[in-house]
Nanobody, 124 residues
Framework: QLQLAESGGGSVQAGGSLRLSCAASGNTVCMGWFRQAPGKEREGIATLVTESGFEVYADSVKGRFAIFRDSSKITFDLQMNSLKPEDTAMYYC????????????????????WGQGTQVTVSS
């Protein structure tokens, strides 16, 4: 059973930056970052194939958000720059011991293991 622990959420003004961290209890093959705003569906925003380092980003965050991982490959940070009010949401990391096309290119939430979520609020 893989466990994920998130940290780093908070409040920031538009244009600012935040860094979220996700620590896994063991090795992963695929990991993703998702967010869900009130009244909206969960949105996949980034995927990382752990071994190869292959990354995919949603258009809504491309060029502003980036995944960083430490050398142990079990801690994954999401660096968020140029934040906008529409980035306000609960953010979740997810991981699994396999990757599928839908999980990577489709940014689908087909993961078995999830973090508890951390709130990000961006004010205008």
């Amino acid at each position: 059973q893989l466990q994920l622990a998130e940290s780093g959420g908070g409040s920031v003004q538009a244009g600012g930056s935040l860094r979220l961290s996700c620590a896994a209890s063991g090795n992963t093959v695929c990991m993703g970052w998702f967010r869900q705003a009130p009244g909206k569906e969960r949105e996949g925003i980034a995927t990382l194939v752990t071994e190869s380092g292959f990354e995919v980003y949603a258009d809504s965050v491309k060029g502003r958000f980036a995944i960083f991982r430490d050398s142990s490959k079990i801690t994954f940070d999401l660096q968020m720059n140029s934040l906008k009010p529409e980035d306000t949401a609960m953010y979740y990391c997810a991981a699994d011991l396999r990757c599928t096309y839908q999980m990577v290119d489709g940014l689908r939430p087909d993961y078995r293991y999830w973090g508890q979520g951390t709130q990000v609020t961006v004010s205008s």
